[in-house]
Each structure stands twice: as C-alpha cells, then as structure tokens.
C-alpha cells in the first residue's frame, strides 16, 4: 500500500510490491557514475521524463537499476550512433513495438499449436467413429 509523504508531495511505496529493477536504490550520483553520465545529463533525462527517481527508505529521492539501464542507453546510442535524444527517443518506441509484436507473436504461435493439437484430437475422433460404422453394418 503506498501512504502520501505531505512534506515531499510523493508517495511511498512498500517496496515487496514494486518489481526487483523498479526499486530505487542509487543517488544522482552514484547513478550517472554507473551509467557513464554526468550528473546534470541525468538530471536533463529526469526533467523531460526518460528517467523517474523514486522515495527510498533512508529519504531523498533514488534510480532504480532499470533508469540506469535507460540512461546508460541513451548515452550508447549518442555516443555510439551518434543519435539525438528525438532519434533516441522513436528508437526505444519502435524498439518496444517490436518487443510487443514478438510477444503476440509467440502467444498466437502458442494459440495455433494448442488449436493443432485439438484439431488432431478430433480427427483421431473422427477416424473412430468412421471405423466403427465401417464395422457396423445393418
């Protein structure tokens, strides 16, 4: 259950409800040295909304494992492909529809094979019920 801290206008959260790499466990610091940033690019990435600190137990605000995974990201694809933060940006989002597509891929291949095998159950069925009127004969 999240309880609202009135001096900081956030909620806290009970961290046995928030997914492992969600769970805010840097400072600014420690995480733009983690993902090779400054820490005023992080700050820059918090402020248009790539990266979202969160209340930790001790007090302040804290990156979770997976905010350093996305500025560390975004520092690989400016540095490495020279992309700006719009190409980073329309990037990741056709990266998450191609992560989207491949999972509704693999649940219709699942679909398909369940209905494969109730297909084959029902033509051993049929064959049954065929050799027995074949057998049947008034």
Do not use: T
């Not at 369940?114 to 064959?127: A, F, M, N």
């Amino acid at each position: 259950m999240s309880s609202m801290n009135k001096k900081h206008g956030y909620s806290m959260v009970r961290y046995e409800e928030v997914p492992y790499d969600e769970v805010p466990r840097f400072s600014l610091h420690v995480a733009a040295h983690l993902a090779g940033v400054s820490p005023a690019i992080v700050r820059r990435l918090q402020a248009e909304g790539w990266v979202r600190p969160k209340p930790m137990p001790g007090g302040g605000l804290g990156y979770s494992i997976r905010d350093v995974r996305m500025l560390r990201r975004v520092r690989e694809w400016r540095d490495l492909l020279g992309m700006n933060l719009a190409g980073i940006e329309v990037a990741l989002r056709l990266r998450d529809q191609v992560l989207a597509l491949h999972e509704e891929l693999l649940r219709l291949e699942e679909e398909m094979a369940r209905r494969e095998r109730e297909l084959y159950r029902e033509i051993q069925r049929l064959r049954r019920l065929i050799s027995e009127d074949a057998e049947w004969k008034p």
